[in-house]
């Protein structure tokens, strides 16, 4: 267990030490936010209906844009090869990968919620639906992304190739996690769609590592 | 069990396929022109629909191909991670394009059943996005598989594709249950308490078994061809390139 901390502390360091993803993520999700008034039309009553769905969208495109460069430079340079042969079992190892991963990725939506929450002039009893979906949902999306990721880590990647492998798998993660909000703007119950993510996150948070680490290991 | 692995010498499997292919095409010929002629001439119309209502022997059938071709391909994914079966992905990869087409006829023939009967041409219920979702499986599946030129490692990262994506094959079957959904629940219940009338049950199984031995057809031609194209690899790169002097 302690292997596994300090694990996810080193990850998180690397992390760290490379500002230009994390500020990229963020320009990403901004400029998203200002584009989609324009593309949509500014009137208040619309954005605020539709601000959950747009920042969730963009969270998606965030999280693919973190998945292209996932695995690929651990495979180039041998780290790959190295942590197949560590003390650590290869899962945990993963985990900890797509943990700091998801750690990232929270913080940056967590520093730009109130951001989009002002431009999209979204409704105050929302944000916090919004905040916890994307809490439940965040983690199944880099998880989802983690296993196509591993296993498109021998390829070329054509740009579009790990966007159309995840569509299928994010789509569910997407209509629950928007059913939530909007669920919650109607003033009706948002807990059977948490359910539902919580389901998706249960199913994943097991199974997903072992899968990663089974599918890293044929790439060699 | 016994009966595959015996199967899993190519030159086995050819040679059964030779000698089947003409029965399942001669089988789906008949079936076809039985379940034709009942479902376009012998079979009455709707009482609300009317004539559109024949869709539906186009329709169900193509679903039914295309759900149960991805089910048999998950199996085989799985039979090659488990036994390494060597036809499992000359199955996957043969009959990929072909359930595919199968479930692309469904969004399509369902969508024109629904411009006169529901009014619109699409409608993102439970039933039609989960099947769209199978459908961007199967594209995802083809596009990944023939990304590799190593046919061992496409396999084993295609079936991790594809084996993921089962999922979606039990909320395509319930997902008229379990939501509120504009598609109509299941007609057919196998153990006789259908609410699909004697006079459509009969086309209908006459088209879902038209439809079931075409895609036999076409999987087992596919996989040979598959093989054949296994085999000219094999011996350009003995042969460094051309094999033709």
């Known amino acids: 267990m302690t292997d596994f901390f300090r694990l996810l502390r080193h990850d998180l360091r690397l992390l760290a030490r490379q500002p230009s993803s994390f500020a990229a993520l963020l320009l990403f999700f901004v400029i998203v936010i200002i584009l989609l008034p324009f593309a949509i039309g500014p009137e208040p009553d619309l954005l605020g209906r539709l601000a959950p769905g747009l920042v969730w969208l963009a969270a998606l495109l965030m999280s693919l844009l973190g998945l292209e460069k996932l695995l690929v430079e651990d495979a180039r340079d041998g780290t790959l090869d190295l942590l197949r042969q560590a003390a650590v079992p290869l899962p945990v190892v993963v985990f900890s990968r797509l943990g700091a991963e998801t750690l990232m990725m929270l913080l940056a939506l967590a520093l730009m919620i109130p951001l989009a929450a002002l431009l999209l002039n979204m409704n105050?009893?929302?944000?916090?639906?919004?905040?916890?979906?994307?809490?439940?949902?965040?983690?199944?999306?880099?998880?989802?992304?983690?296993?196509?990721?591993?296993?498109?880590?021998?390829?070329?990647?054509?740009?579009?190739?790990?966007t159309l492998l995840?569509?299928?798998?994010?789509?569910?993660?997407?209509?629950?996690?928007?059913?939530?909000?909007?669920?919650?703007?109607?003033?009706?119950?948002?807990?059977?769609?948490?359910?539902?993510?919580?389901?998706?996150?249960?199913?994943?948070?097991?199974?997903?590592?072992?899968v990663i680490a089974a599918a890293l290991r044929q790439q060699e | 069990m016994f009966f595959t692995t015996r199967l899993a010498n190519p030159g086995k499997f050819l040679r059964?396929?030779?000698?089947?292919?003409?029965?399942?095409?001669?089988?789906?010929?008949?079936?076809?022109?039985?379940?034709?002629?009942?479902?376009?001439?012998?079979?009455?119309?709707?009482?609300?629909?009317?004539?559109?209502?024949?869709?539906?022997?186009?329709?169900?059938?193509?679903?039914?191909?295309?759900?149960?071709i991805y089910v048999a391909m998950a199996v085989a994914a799985g039979v090659g991670f488990v036994a390494r079966h060597t036809l499992a992905d000359v199955f996957c990869v043969a009959a990929a394009p072909v359930g595919a087409t199968f479930v692309a006829l469904c969004l399509i023939t369902g969508s024109i059943w629904g411009e006169p009967t529901w009014g619109t041409w699409w409608v993102w219920d439970a039933r039609l996005t989960s099947v769209l979702i199978l459908?961007?499986?199967?594209?995802?599946?083809?596009?990944?598989?023939?990304?590799?030129?190593?046919?061992?490692?496409?396999?084993?990262?295609?079936?991790?594709?594809?084996?993921?994506?089962?999922?979606?094959?039990?909320?395509?079957?319930?997902?008229?249950?379990?939501?509120?959904?504009?598609?109509?629940?299941?007609?057919?219940?196998?153990?006789?308490?259908?609410?699909?009338?004697p006079a459509m049950l009969?086309?209908?199984?006459?088209?879902?078994?038209?439809?079931?031995?075409?895609?036999?057809?076409?999987?087992?031609?596919?996989?040979?061809?598959?093989?054949?194209?296994?085999?000219?690899?094999?011996?350009?790169?003995q042969f460094d390139g051309d094999i033709q002097d």
């Open chain 2, 135 to 197: 459908f961007l499986l199967y594209c995802g599946y083809i596009v990944l598989r023939h990304s590799f030129d190593d046919h061992e490692k496409g396999a084993k990262a295609a079936g991790i594709l594809l084996l993921t994506g089962v999922v979606d094959i039990p909320i395509v079957r319930f997902s008229v249950d379990w939501w509120r959904t504009l598609h109509q629940k299941a007609g057919i219940d196998l153990f006789g308490h259908s609410t699909v009338p």
């Open chain 2, 202 to 237: 009969r086309p209908l199984f006459a088209m879902l078994l038209a439809f079931t031995f075409y895609a036999a057809f076409l999987v087992f031609w596919r996989m040979k061809t598959e093989l054949t194209a296994r085999r000219i690899e094999a011996r350009e790169m």
């Open chain 2, 16 to 68: 059964l396929a030779d000698r089947v292919i003409p029965w399942l095409a001669g089988l789906a010929l008949v079936f076809f022109t039985a379940g034709l002629y009942l479902a376009l001439y012998h079979s009455p119309p709707d009482y609300q629909q009317g004539e559109t209502v024949r869709i539906m022997y186009v329709h169900v059938p193509a679903a039914w191909c295309g759900l149960m």
């Open chain 1, 124 to 162: 105050a009893g929302v944000v916090p639906v919004l905040l916890l979906s994307l809490l439940l949902g965040v983690p199944s999306l880099v998880l989802m992304g983690g296993m196509m990721a591993a296993v498109t880590v021998g390829l070329d990647r054509h740009p579009a190739l790990l």
């Open chain 1, 166 to 210: 995840l569509i299928p798998f994010y789509i569910p993660v997407l209509i629950f996690a928007v059913g939530a909000c909007d669920a919650a703007a109607l003033g009706a119950d948002p807990a059977p769609h948490f359910y539902l993510l919580g389901a998706i996150l249960a199913l994943l948070l097991p199974t997903a590592p072992l």
